[in-house]
Protein backbone atom coordinates (compact mmCIF):
# COMPACT_ATOMS: atom_id res chain seq x y z
CA UNK A 1 0.00 0.00 0.00
CA UNK A 2 0.95 3.33 -0.63
CA UNK A 3 -0.20 6.35 1.58
CA UNK A 4 0.17 9.95 0.02
CA UNK A 5 0.39 12.72 2.85
CA UNK A 6 1.67 16.48 4.04
CA UNK A 7 3.51 16.18 6.95
CA UNK A 8 1.48 17.38 9.77
CA UNK A 9 -2.11 17.19 7.83
CA UNK A 10 -5.09 15.00 8.93
CA UNK A 11 -2.98 12.33 6.84
CA UNK A 12 -0.90 11.58 9.93
CA UNK A 13 -3.74 9.78 11.38
CA UNK A 14 -3.59 6.95 8.75
CA UNK A 15 0.16 6.93 9.18
CA UNK A 16 -0.43 6.44 12.81
CA UNK A 17 -2.53 3.42 12.48
CA UNK A 18 -0.73 2.04 9.64
CA UNK A 19 2.39 1.65 12.14
CA UNK A 20 0.20 0.63 14.85
CA UNK A 21 -1.04 -2.02 12.57
CA UNK A 22 2.46 -3.03 11.87
CA UNK A 23 1.77 -2.84 7.72
CA UNK A 24 3.89 -3.10 5.17
CA UNK A 25 3.53 0.31 3.41
CA UNK A 26 4.42 3.42 1.30
CA UNK A 27 4.31 7.11 1.53
CA UNK A 28 4.52 9.35 -0.02
CA UNK A 29 4.55 13.61 0.07
CA UNK A 30 1.99 15.57 -1.58
CA UNK A 31 2.57 19.28 -2.01
CA UNK A 32 -1.11 20.10 -1.80
CA UNK A 33 -0.61 24.04 -3.57
CA UNK A 34 0.68 22.24 -6.66
CA UNK A 35 -0.83 19.00 -6.65
CA UNK A 36 2.63 17.45 -6.94
CA UNK A 37 3.38 14.41 -5.30
CA UNK A 38 7.43 14.39 -4.11
CA UNK A 39 7.77 11.57 -7.26
CA UNK A 40 6.37 14.33 -9.43
CA UNK A 41 3.13 12.08 -9.74
CA UNK A 42 0.30 14.61 -10.52
CA UNK A 43 -1.86 14.17 -7.49
CA UNK A 44 -5.25 15.03 -9.33
CA UNK A 45 -4.82 11.70 -11.10
CA UNK A 46 -4.61 9.81 -7.49
CA UNK A 47 -7.60 12.14 -5.77
CA UNK A 48 -9.26 14.55 -7.79
CA UNK A 49 -10.51 16.39 -4.77
CA UNK A 50 -6.70 16.99 -4.48
CA UNK A 51 -6.19 16.67 -0.61
CA UNK A 52 -5.08 13.92 1.44
CA UNK A 53 -5.37 11.43 2.53
CA UNK A 54 -5.23 8.84 -0.01
CA UNK A 55 -4.04 5.31 0.06
CA UNK A 56 -3.56 3.43 -2.85
CA UNK A 57 -3.99 -0.05 -2.60
CA UNK A 58 -2.14 -2.89 -3.57
CA UNK A 59 -4.43 -3.60 -6.28
CA UNK A 60 -4.00 -0.30 -7.41
CA UNK A 61 -7.48 0.84 -6.26
CA UNK A 62 -7.61 4.30 -3.89
CA UNK A 63 -9.34 5.04 -1.15
CA UNK A 64 -10.20 8.62 -0.13
CA UNK A 65 -11.22 10.57 3.32
CA UNK A 66 -9.78 9.91 6.19
CA UNK A 67 -12.45 8.41 8.29
CA UNK A 68 -13.19 5.48 5.95
CA UNK A 69 -9.66 4.90 5.43
CA UNK A 70 -8.85 4.71 9.40
CA UNK A 71 -11.61 2.30 9.65
CA UNK A 72 -10.69 0.21 6.22
CA UNK A 73 -7.05 -0.22 7.83
CA UNK A 74 -8.16 -1.51 11.02
CA UNK A 75 -10.80 -3.65 9.96
CA UNK A 76 -8.03 -5.40 7.58
CA UNK A 77 -6.30 -6.52 11.19
CA UNK A 78 -9.08 -6.79 13.89
CA UNK A 79 -6.86 -8.70 16.23
CA UNK A 80 -4.70 -5.66 16.15
CA UNK A 81 -8.18 -4.23 17.71
CA UNK A 82 -8.64 -0.89 16.96
CA UNK A 83 -11.97 -0.62 16.04
CA UNK A 84 -14.71 -2.34 17.78
CA UNK A 85 -16.59 -5.17 16.12
CA UNK A 86 -18.72 -3.90 13.25
CA UNK A 87 -22.52 -3.68 13.80
CA UNK A 88 -21.84 -3.00 17.85
CA UNK A 89 -22.80 0.05 19.77
CA UNK A 90 -19.04 1.09 20.27
CA UNK A 91 -18.21 0.68 16.68
CA UNK A 92 -21.51 3.25 16.34
CA UNK A 93 -19.79 5.34 19.57
CA UNK A 94 -16.42 4.94 17.46
CA UNK A 95 -18.02 6.74 13.70
CA UNK A 96 -19.98 9.21 15.92
CA UNK A 97 -16.23 10.28 17.39
CA UNK A 98 -14.84 10.17 13.75
CA UNK A 99 -17.48 12.03 12.40
CA UNK A 100 -17.79 14.75 14.93
CA UNK A 101 -14.34 15.18 14.80
CA UNK A 102 -14.11 15.69 10.70
CA UNK A 103 -16.93 17.50 10.94
CA UNK A 104 -16.59 19.80 13.64
CA UNK A 105 -13.09 19.91 15.06
CA UNK A 106 -11.31 19.61 11.98
CA UNK A 107 -13.23 22.21 9.58
CA UNK A 108 -12.79 24.39 12.96
CA UNK A 109 -9.01 25.06 12.30
CA UNK A 110 -9.55 26.03 8.62
CA UNK A 111 -9.62 29.37 9.43
CA UNK A 112 -6.20 29.22 10.62
CA UNK A 113 -4.94 27.52 7.54
CA UNK A 114 -6.74 29.66 5.25
CA UNK A 115 -5.61 33.05 6.26
CA UNK A 116 -9.44 34.44 7.92
CA UNK A 117 -8.30 33.82 11.41
CA UNK A 118 -6.31 36.76 11.26
CA UNK A 119 -6.80 40.45 13.17
CA UNK A 120 -10.47 40.86 14.97
CA UNK A 121 -11.08 37.12 13.22
CA UNK A 122 -8.60 35.41 15.65
CA UNK A 123 -10.80 35.68 18.56
CA UNK A 124 -13.72 34.30 17.13
CA UNK A 125 -11.94 31.26 15.73
CA UNK A 126 -10.23 30.31 18.33
CA UNK A 127 -13.41 30.21 20.72
CA UNK A 128 -15.01 28.36 18.25
CA UNK A 129 -12.13 25.68 18.26
CA UNK A 130 -12.19 25.55 21.76
CA UNK A 131 -15.74 25.46 22.22
CA UNK A 132 -15.53 21.98 19.52
CA UNK A 133 -12.73 20.61 21.97
CA UNK A 134 -14.99 21.13 25.21
CA UNK A 135 -17.11 18.12 23.29
CA UNK A 136 -14.34 15.88 23.93
CA UNK A 137 -12.98 17.40 27.27
CA UNK A 138 -16.54 16.26 28.32
CA UNK A 139 -15.85 12.47 27.38
CA UNK A 140 -12.45 12.21 28.92
CA UNK A 141 -13.26 14.40 32.35
CA UNK A 142 -13.92 10.64 33.59
CA UNK A 143 -10.42 9.65 33.77
CA UNK A 144 -10.59 7.65 30.61
CA UNK A 145 -7.09 7.57 28.52
CA UNK A 146 -9.13 6.89 24.88
CA UNK A 147 -12.35 7.57 23.78
CA UNK A 148 -13.67 4.52 23.83
CA UNK A 149 -12.18 3.79 27.29
CA UNK A 150 -8.85 2.02 28.24
CA UNK A 151 -8.01 1.32 24.40
CA UNK A 152 -6.62 3.24 21.88
CA UNK A 153 -8.30 3.64 18.46
CA UNK A 154 -8.57 4.77 15.19
CA UNK A 155 -10.75 7.86 16.39
CA UNK A 156 -7.85 8.60 19.34
CA UNK A 157 -5.16 9.11 16.10
CA UNK A 158 -7.34 10.96 14.16
CA UNK A 159 -8.37 13.38 17.41
CA UNK A 160 -4.72 13.67 18.39
CA UNK A 161 -3.34 14.94 14.96
CA UNK A 162 -6.61 17.28 14.87
CA UNK A 163 -6.30 18.60 18.28
CA UNK A 164 -2.20 18.76 18.15
CA UNK A 165 -2.43 21.31 15.20
CA UNK A 166 -3.54 24.02 18.50
CA UNK A 167 1.04 24.12 18.59
CA UNK A 168 0.58 25.15 14.95
CA UNK A 169 -1.96 27.77 14.98
CA UNK A 170 -0.79 28.89 19.02
CA UNK A 171 -3.99 27.54 20.71
CA UNK A 172 -3.74 26.98 24.25
CA UNK A 173 -4.96 24.03 25.60
CA UNK A 174 -5.54 25.57 28.96
CA UNK A 175 -9.42 25.33 29.24
CA UNK A 176 -9.43 21.87 28.08
CA UNK A 177 -6.83 20.08 30.31
CA UNK A 178 -8.02 16.11 30.08
CA UNK A 179 -7.65 16.75 26.00
CA UNK A 180 -4.72 18.53 26.43
CA UNK A 181 -3.20 15.33 28.59
CA UNK A 182 -4.61 13.02 26.17
CA UNK A 183 -2.63 15.06 23.06
CA UNK A 184 0.76 14.39 25.25
CA UNK A 185 -0.66 10.75 26.08
CA UNK A 186 -1.21 9.98 22.25
CA UNK A 187 1.58 11.78 20.88
CA UNK A 188 4.19 9.46 23.89
CA UNK A 189 3.15 6.26 21.79
CA UNK A 190 5.91 4.55 20.12
CA UNK A 191 3.75 4.52 17.12
CA UNK A 192 3.07 7.93 17.25
CA UNK A 193 6.58 8.74 17.57
CA UNK A 194 7.46 6.65 14.29
CA UNK A 195 5.24 8.11 12.11
CA UNK A 196 6.17 12.07 13.41
CA UNK A 197 9.63 10.85 12.72
CA UNK A 198 8.71 9.77 9.45
CA UNK A 199 7.11 13.02 8.46
CA UNK A 200 9.82 15.19 9.80
CA UNK A 201 7.47 16.51 12.81
CA UNK A 202 10.34 15.35 15.39
CA UNK A 203 12.98 18.05 16.80
Not at 29 to 41: L, P
Request: aromatic fraction near 8%; glycine fraction near 8%; charged fraction near 25%.
Amino acid sequence: MKLYYKPGACSLASHIVLHELGQDFDIEKVDTEIKKTESGEDFLDVNPNGYVPALKLNNGEVLTEGAAILQYLADQKPEADLVPVSGSIDRARLQGHLNFISSELHKAFGPFFTGKADGDARAPAEANVLKKMAHFEKILSDGRDYLLGDKFSVADAYLFVVSNWSNFVGIKLDKVPNLSAFVKRVASREKTQAALAAEGLLN
